[in-house]
């Protein structure tokens, strides 16, 4: 009888040990850049065709913030600002093709050294200036302007394939798609029109009611309308292949304890202020996001979080969320960490928003026609205030104006006097909390493909 007990209980815990799962490595994240996606082509950011159901599928089950800004209009200013919590004006690399000086230390970095898997897939090679302290790099160019979305992820799949399940990873992956919009597919395109027209969704009178924008001619209006299509048919192809990436997450285990993180690095005029690009301006079709957290472990409820929020404020939230020092250098980080806003725990402060438009070079292509200096920005309450070192400064009073299209800066008053003393003093403080380095030239290397592209001549 003593043996068959020993026997049944040598049994009962190997079976014990067969159903206990595997030690949980901790968090890892995933970090998904959308190329000049503003947020309010989103459904989840109130935009009535359906351009994104899975990224809202995570905004409803996390947290989205409702007004997120970005640092600069230009995309590798804005990536630099996310990796390493400072404004361009303080770490320097101000245009594509830059490289970023090595003083400064990325969230990357951080993440490698504390022990996570490091992996970077960009859409197009001059992101590589921003991939400091990532172990894989791919960022080829498929096409000689850039690798459409559905080859970013298989190469970001290919690398999850060969993870060590038994430690934490940080994957950042960056779409292109919706800033080549020229591109789009047919079938997104098909998808997109078979939306339009519908009882309740009108795109193009939702556009123009909700963006200010007075359309009369019928040219301008079907120009409109198509390039709108075009640009929404690439988010929903986006959509999809972050699908792709999520579910194949899923399948191997990788989604148990994962924090995703998915944001733009800025948005696009569309013809807002008679312009359809994103660099020249700063504008908050230029400069509003979306940016949405949500963990796979549930240990986020879903809410939305109205207080206004910048990307510079991703380092200091990974730093609290990991427990990582919030500075990595001997300078004060800008931004805050939101920590209190995700756990639901406490609002946010209301503090001033700042942005600032990358200068013009001489490497710039000649039809831009780009005011010269520095072009600067502070929201603050119901008021922006934009700085024009070389030319007319703006004011807008947002709560009356959210299009910004009155200029009230010519007509003195309080609130013009006071907005520009902060902005200018904001600024200065910012260029003073900065390390003693150079800002870096352009790498040759990246000169086709920026010249395809179309950002230097």
Not at 220 to 237: H, N, P, S, V
Not at 262 to 289: F, M, P, S
Not at 324 to 335: D, M, N
Not at 408 to 420: F, G, H, Q, V
Request: with cysteine; proline share 6%; aromatic share 10%.
């Amino acid at each position: 009888m003593r043996a068959v007990l020993w026997g049944l209980l040598v049994c009962l815990f190997a079976i014990a040990c067969r159903s206990t799962p595997p030690t949980d490595p901790g968090r890892s994240i995933v970090l998904v850049t959308l190329d000049t996606v503003r947020a309010d082509h989103l459904a989840s950011y109130g935009y009535p065709t359906q351009t994104s159901p899975f990224i809202d599928s995570l905004a409803a089950q996390g947290v989205r913030f409702a007004n997120a800004y970005t640092s600069c209009s230009h995309t590798a200013p804005a990536h630099a600002s996310m990796f390493t919590g400072l404004h361009p004006v303080q770490h320097l690399l101000r245009a594509n093709g830059q490289p970023m000086n090595p003083a400064f230390r990325t969230l990357a970095e951080v993440f490698r050294d504390l022990g996570f898997q490091t992996g970077a897939f960009t859409s197009v090679r001059f992101l590589s200036s921003v991939n400091e302290g990532f172990e894989v790099t791919r960022h080829e160019s498929c096409n000689a302007l850039y690798c459409p979305g559905d080859h970013t992820i298989n190469l970001a799949l290919d690398w999850l394939k060969t993870v060590d399940a038994s430690r934490r990873f940080f994957l950042w992956v960056h779409l292109y798609d919706p800033h080549q919009k020229q591109n789009a597919r047919s079938s997104y395109i098909d998808q997109i029109k078979d939306q339009q027209g519908t009882p309740t969704i009108d795109p193009l009178g939702f556009f123009v009611q909700s963006h200010g924008i007075p359309l009369n001619a019928y040219r301008d209006r079907q120009r409109l309308l198509g390039a709108m299509t075009r640009y929404d048919a690439q988010i929903r192809f986006a959509d999809d292949q972050l699908r792709r990436l999520y579910a194949f997450m899923d399948d191997k285990g990788l989604n148990r304890n994962a924090l995703w993180i998915v944001t733009a690095d800025h948005g696009e005029g569309l013809g807002n202020h008679g312009y359809k690009g994103h660099g020249k301006y700063i504008y908050n079709e230029q400069l509003r996001v979306p940016l949405i957290f949500h963990s796979t472990a549930g240990d986020l409820n879903a809410r939305v979080v109205p207080e206004p929020v910048q990307h510079v404020d991703l380092f200091p939230t990974l730093s609290e969320l990991e427990r990582f020092p919030a500075s990595p250098t001997p300078l004060t980080l800008p931004g805050i960490s939101l920590v209190s806003a995700l756990k639901g725990i406490a609002p946010l402060p209301t503090r001033p928003i700042y942005a600032e438009r990358r200068a013009r070079s001489d490497r710039d292509t000649i039809s831009r026609d780009w005011e010269t200096g520095d072009i600067y920005a502070l929201q603050s309450g119901a008021f922006k205030y934009i700085v024009h070192s070389q030319g007319n400064d703006e004011l807008f009073n947002l709560e009356a104006d959210r299009f910004e299209l009155t200029n009230l800066a010519s007509t003195p008053s309080p609130d013009r006097d006071r907005m520009r003393a902060l902005a200018v003093a904001h600024y200065e403080q910012l260029r003073a909390n900065t390390l003693k380095v150079k800002e870096l030239p352009l790498k040759e290397e990246f000169m086709d493909e920026l010249k395809a592209l179309g950002y230097v001549q």
